[in-house]
């Protein structure tokens, strides 16, 4: 089992330092599964528990100069491990003016994913500054229970408002209540709602549109027989719902969310190259 990587261009370590920055604020520990073409950081908290889930999915050759890797067997080139993001997100703090970073993982008294960076010196001598990140090899017995959530059966899709301005309505309603609903129709309109013995606040939002889901796609029979204007609508826990908006620093191209009436809110954060699922539960 062998994998080492190397970013020599500064705009994709940025980039990629933001994409790790996000998972750190959305998960303590999470699992980072390593193919040839992709990495995933994968957080299955089990969602009948009340624990949120998260998938999120980057193309390699966009961030990666060099990649290597040998997974556990031929025919299962894969390699599965538990790590504390926020660990990986302090190591690349020390690296945005880098001249490159290599990761690779080692094994001198546990598993390690070493980030060695080097930064720009003076003289004709490089400074490398080593970070040592433990991390857990995943067994392969354990391997499918990471694999990528199904899309639920939805009964609306649609589109987020602008991110920031969800951010900065869901903060004012968090000190009003510990949960919040989110409704959202065929129409493109969605409304945030608090509701409590002392107050009911509801911000609306309109013309956001509807993701055009294929019509073969099994996921879309329940939306498709939907009247326009009906609500689907869950309550979800409001801490949930900031940390995602909080955490986001990748400005995402396309936000969409995809509503399971009473069951779970599913997110989608589309950039050019990396997608973040996120499915938070409804509450009883």
């Not at 993001?85 to 001249?99: G, I, M, V, Y």
Request: proline residues 4%; hydrophobic residues 40%; neutral net charge.
């Amino acid at each position: 089992m062998r994998f080492r990587a190397k970013i020599v261009d500064l705009a994709c370590l940025n980039h990629f330092s933001r994409v790790i920055n996000t998972i750190a604020k959305l998960a303590k520990t999470c699992t980072l599964c390593l193919t040839d073409s992709k990495l995933y950081f994968i957080l299955s908290d089990k969602v009948a528990n009340g624990g949120v889930s998260m998938w999120c999915e980057l193309c390699q050759g966009n961030f990666f100069d060099e990649f290597q890797m040998e997974g556990v067997a031929a025919d299962h080139n894969e390699i599965y491990l538990e790590l504390v993001p926020e660990n990986l997100s302090r190591a690349l703090k020390t690296a945005q003016s880098a001249k490159a970073v290599k990761i690779k993982l080692t094994n001198k008294h546990c598993p390690c994913l070493r980030v060695a960076v080097e930064l720009p010196s003076l003289s004709s001598s490089s400074r490398i500054v080593t970070h040592d990140i433990p991390v857990g090899v995943i067994p392969r017995r354990l391997w499918n229970d990471f694999r990528e959530p199904s899309v639920p059966d939805f009964d609306v899709s649609i589109y987020l408002p602008v991110l920031k301005t969800m951010k900065s309505v869901v903060e004012r309603m968090k000190n009003l209540s510990n949960s919040i609903v989110i409704e959202a129709n065929l129409s493109g309109e969605m409304n945030l709602k608090i509701e409590t013995d002392l107050v009911s606040v509801t911000t609306h939002f309109k013309d956001l549109g509807n993701p055009p889901w294929a019509s073969e796609d099994g996921c879309q029979s329940s939306a498709q027989s939907r009247d326009l204007e009906s609500m689907a609508e869950a309550r979800i826990d409001i801490k949930k719902l900031q940390q995602l908006l909080a955490g986001q620093q990748v400005n995402p191209t396309k936000a969409l969310c995809n509503i399971v009436s009473k069951r779970i809110v599913h997110f989608i954060l589309l950039h050019e190259d990396v997608s973040l699922q996120y499915f938070i539960p409804a509450l009883a």
